[in-house]
């Protein structure tokens, strides 16, 4: 793909990863663009070159590996690996599960509780929830809610931050506190919902020896 056409496609979508060789002019371009959230940009961006100049130049970058050319399939086999480890981990993260059932709510204002009436939760995540009621809690708020997670019925108590609402009763929760076991119970559910495996099938790769170093560099 040309270094254009890369540009556009970058521009209008989300790439989990990006592999850019850095002995092209281009590259640096593209390393730079700036997505209209974070959400936007990449989840693992792996730089190749042989030049060492180059290589130096992508390693102040927002690269997460550097590869020197030329690499070795085993190499690239176990970079790509960790790089499916880390984008399978921030979709983990964001992994909201659609649900609806009940939920026992409560927003504290000026050190009184206030019920939330005919809450339920709308979606969950490994962080928060959406939770429906006749009003929403104000933005910032403390919530409290209790739920029962759906077959197991296990109780889970959580104390979340608002961190928006509308005009419809709708709040975004952001969990603060879940006591350790039912965290446990909560991660365990929707680990098993969510379609995201943590682990990848190990691939057999041909043997080379051709010379190649990876350095692994985390986002600053």
Not at 30 to 39: K, N
Not at 46 to 71: C, D, G, T
Not at 132 to 139: I, L, R, W, Y
Request: glycine share 4%.
């Amino acid at each position: 793909m040309s270094g254009e056409s890369a540009q556009v496609s970058a521009d209008n979508r989300k790439f989990d990863l990006l592999m850019l060789d850095f002995d092209e002019p281009e590259a640096l371009q593209l390393v730079d663009f700036r997505a209209v959230d974070l959400w936007g940009y990449p989840s693992v961006v792996i730089a190749i070159a042989s030049n060492p100049a180059n290589m130096k130049r992508a390693l102040s970058k927002r690269v997460h590996f550097v590869l020197q050319k030329p690499f070795t399939p085993e190499l690239l086999g176990r970079t790509l690996k960790a790089g499916y480890g880390l984008i399978v981990n921030e979709k983990r993260t964001a992994f909201r599960h659609a649900v609806h059932f009940p939920a026992s709510a409560s927003f504290l204002e000026n050190n009184v509780k206030n019920p939330l009436q005919n809450a339920s939760v709308q979606d969950i995540s490994f962080t928060g929830i959406c939770l429906q009621a006749d009003t929403a809690a104000p933005k910032d708020a403390t919530v409290f809610i209790d739920f029962e997670l759906p077959d197991s019925h296990a109780p889970i108590s959580a104390i979340g931050k608002v961190m928006w609402s509308d005009n419809q009763g709708r709040a975004g929760i952001q969990f603060r506190f879940i006591p350790p076991l039912e965290q446990e119970l909560l991660r365990g559910w929707l680990s098993s919902l969510c379609p995201w495996d943590v682990e990848l099938r190990p691939k057999s790769f041909g043997k080379n020896t051709l010379h190649a170093v990876a350095v692994p560099k985390r986002i600053q």
